[in-house]
Protein backbone atom coordinates (compact mmCIF):
# COMPACT_ATOMS: atom_id res chain seq x y z
CA UNK A 1 0.00 0.00 0.00
CA UNK A 2 1.37 3.40 -0.86
CA UNK A 3 0.65 6.70 0.69
CA UNK A 4 -0.97 9.34 -1.24
CA UNK A 5 1.19 12.14 -0.41
CA UNK A 6 4.13 9.39 -2.19
CA UNK A 7 1.97 9.61 -5.20
CA UNK A 8 1.47 12.79 -5.58
CA UNK A 9 5.29 13.56 -4.97
CA UNK A 10 6.50 11.15 -7.44
CA UNK A 11 3.30 12.16 -9.95
CA UNK A 12 4.68 15.53 -9.47
CA UNK A 13 8.22 14.64 -10.22
CA UNK A 14 7.42 13.27 -13.12
CA UNK A 15 4.75 15.14 -14.70
CA UNK A 16 6.90 18.35 -13.94
CA UNK A 17 10.22 16.89 -15.73
CA UNK A 18 7.74 15.75 -18.82
CA UNK A 19 6.35 19.40 -19.22
CA UNK A 20 10.15 21.02 -18.85
CA UNK A 21 11.90 19.10 -21.46
CA UNK A 22 8.85 20.01 -23.90
CA UNK A 23 9.24 23.44 -22.86
CA UNK A 24 13.21 23.35 -23.03
CA UNK A 25 12.64 21.71 -26.69
CA UNK A 26 10.04 24.32 -27.83
CA UNK A 27 12.61 27.04 -26.27
CA UNK A 28 15.27 25.31 -28.49
CA UNK A 29 13.19 25.37 -31.27
CA UNK A 30 11.82 28.98 -30.68
CA UNK A 31 15.45 30.74 -30.37
CA UNK A 32 18.39 27.76 -30.96
CA UNK A 33 20.36 28.28 -33.74
CA UNK A 34 18.54 27.68 -36.83
CA UNK A 35 20.16 24.96 -39.34
CA UNK A 36 18.71 23.92 -42.58
CA UNK A 37 15.93 25.07 -44.44
CA UNK A 38 13.20 23.03 -42.79
CA UNK A 39 13.80 24.45 -39.50
CA UNK A 40 13.87 27.59 -40.52
CA UNK A 41 10.67 27.36 -42.03
CA UNK A 42 8.99 25.18 -39.13
CA UNK A 43 10.98 25.96 -36.20
CA UNK A 44 8.67 28.59 -35.05
CA UNK A 45 5.72 26.34 -35.15
CA UNK A 46 7.59 23.80 -33.43
CA UNK A 47 8.54 25.79 -30.64
CA UNK A 48 5.54 27.00 -30.01
CA UNK A 49 3.93 23.71 -30.09
CA UNK A 50 6.44 22.87 -27.50
CA UNK A 51 5.78 25.38 -25.40
CA UNK A 52 2.41 25.19 -25.03
CA UNK A 53 2.38 21.46 -24.59
CA UNK A 54 5.09 22.09 -21.56
CA UNK A 55 2.35 24.81 -19.82
CA UNK A 56 -0.38 21.97 -20.85
CA UNK A 57 1.14 19.17 -19.35
CA UNK A 58 1.89 21.14 -15.93
CA UNK A 59 -1.12 22.74 -15.79
CA UNK A 60 -3.35 19.46 -16.17
CA UNK A 61 -1.21 17.21 -13.97
CA UNK A 62 0.73 19.21 -11.86
CA UNK A 63 -1.41 22.21 -10.86
CA UNK A 64 -4.68 20.81 -10.52
CA UNK A 65 -3.35 18.22 -8.21
CA UNK A 66 -1.75 20.31 -5.88
CA UNK A 67 -4.38 23.61 -5.89
CA UNK A 68 -7.78 21.17 -6.34
CA UNK A 69 -10.27 24.25 -5.14
CA UNK A 70 -8.88 26.85 -7.37
CA UNK A 71 -11.70 28.78 -8.76
CA UNK A 72 -13.20 26.35 -12.05
CA UNK A 73 -13.85 29.44 -14.60
CA UNK A 74 -10.48 30.67 -13.67
CA UNK A 75 -8.37 27.28 -14.06
CA UNK A 76 -11.02 26.63 -17.30
CA UNK A 77 -9.96 29.41 -19.09
CA UNK A 78 -6.29 29.54 -18.63
CA UNK A 79 -6.24 25.78 -19.96
CA UNK A 80 -8.47 26.18 -22.29
CA UNK A 81 -6.36 29.64 -23.94
CA UNK A 82 -3.10 27.07 -23.71
CA UNK A 83 -4.56 24.57 -25.24
CA UNK A 84 -6.02 26.39 -28.30
CA UNK A 85 -2.68 27.99 -28.66
CA UNK A 86 -1.36 24.74 -28.96
CA UNK A 87 -3.66 23.92 -31.80
CA UNK A 88 -3.57 26.35 -33.36
CA UNK A 89 0.51 26.09 -33.36
CA UNK A 90 -0.30 22.48 -34.46
CA UNK A 91 -2.43 23.90 -37.23
CA UNK A 92 -0.34 26.11 -38.22
CA UNK A 93 2.53 23.91 -38.40
CA UNK A 94 1.04 20.88 -40.49
CA UNK A 95 -0.39 24.32 -42.73
CA UNK A 96 3.66 25.25 -43.00
CA UNK A 97 4.44 21.91 -44.43
CA UNK A 98 1.91 22.50 -47.65
Do not use: K, Y
Not at 24 to 47: C, K
Amino acid sequence: MTSPGAVLLVRTTLFTVWSALLAIAGFAALGGPVTGAWMRSHGFWIGLAGLCAGQFVFMAAVADRWFPHADRRVVGLVEGSVFVALLVSVGGFIHSLW
